[in-house]
């Protein structure tokens, strides 16, 4: 890899730090160890990992091109190898089996923040299983939706021909009139097309594939304590279903076409190949999987914040962030969203609820509304408010521990 540049850090310097922005650099380590730390504990992860040779991090941020969401100090006098996020494509061309670590990483990075984030978000979320297709049978039936009820029923007998519901599901299909087994799909085709309301995955399915939205939008969604919560609606130049193929787990959500959809079906026997032979598509991935990591930290950040106030005043700043907003005194920024849109973000729905935010602006004047929105007139100020809600936040962690 000597196309990229090499660098060297003595012990206990600092390489990259916790909120630091314009990153443009990730790292892989060739000699030394690296401890990576960061400020939110993230549940089920050592909050402090040390790193060897052949290991990376910075990866998030410099492919997200949002500030950094870990610290990374070195414990022995280290050599690294300097990647900036335009030199992606350049090190899959060079080194397939570093991107494939890198995406397998991220893969399992989201999978695990994704799940602690639905534990903590939805208390009662079921651990994906092929086994819970029937009772998406069963939701999707009560609610009268045939074709969705159809899909799970016909996975279920596909995935499970043995299973405790077999006669149960036969037995639904026949009454709606549905055969037992939906039509073969062609997994030699890269291309697939979907009309409005078709489902293209069941949440707890099997995965073979990941799609990349070539036109249309497709909802995601999640059947948690018998509701369907929707989790994102995806446009053209996404991609998902990525996880199933990554970290061969049943798929976490369902995805269904928002109007006619046309995909691009990659599968795990051809994955590989498509990266060494197309390099952007990795570089498009690895850019997608940082993003939503960085997104999925900051929800994790964010449902950690005990304090409501806290927690209302740092999605607006992830939002801005989000937004790439620039952070300067009197920078101002118009959210574009209401009061009950910021509430339902934070998962705030009680009416009475509307008087946090009114607190807040009557506190920080330079948080206001404007013609029915919410408007930052400072983002420095606002930034300085999130900062001092997350070390109150870390303190009162720290106090809880010594007790």
Known sequence: MSFFQMVTFPANSYIIVEGKKDANNFYIIREGKVRVTRETAVVGEDPNQVLGPG????????????PQIESATSLTNVSLISVSYDQFGTLIQKSTAVA???????SMKLRQFDTTITRLSFRNAVEEDPNELFKIGEYYFQQQNTSHATFAYQSYL???????FVPQAKLRLQTINQPFQAPPI???KFNRNYKDSEMIFCEHEPGKELFILQSGKVKISKIV??????????QAGDIFGEMAILDNKPRSASAVAAGDVELLAINKANFEGMVKAQPQLATRLITLLSERIWIAYKQLANLLLKDPQGRIVDTLMT???KNRIKVAPKQAYNFEIGTKDLLKMVGLTDPKDELIISDIMKNNKFIRMEMGKIVCTDMAELEKLVQFYHKK???ENKLKKLK
Do not use: C, W
């Open 186 to 188: 062609d997994y030699t």
């Open 100 to 106: 494939m670590n890198i995406i397998r990483f991220f």
């Open 393 to 395: 936040a870390n303190m």
């Open 225 to 234: 304590n018998q509701n369907e919560v929707m989790l994102a609606v995806l």
């Open 158 to 164: 596909k995935h499970l021909p043995n299973g405790q």
């Open 55 to 66: 290991d990376f991090f910075g990866v998030v941020a410099a492919m997200s091109q949002h």
């Open 319 to 321: 939002l801005a962030e």
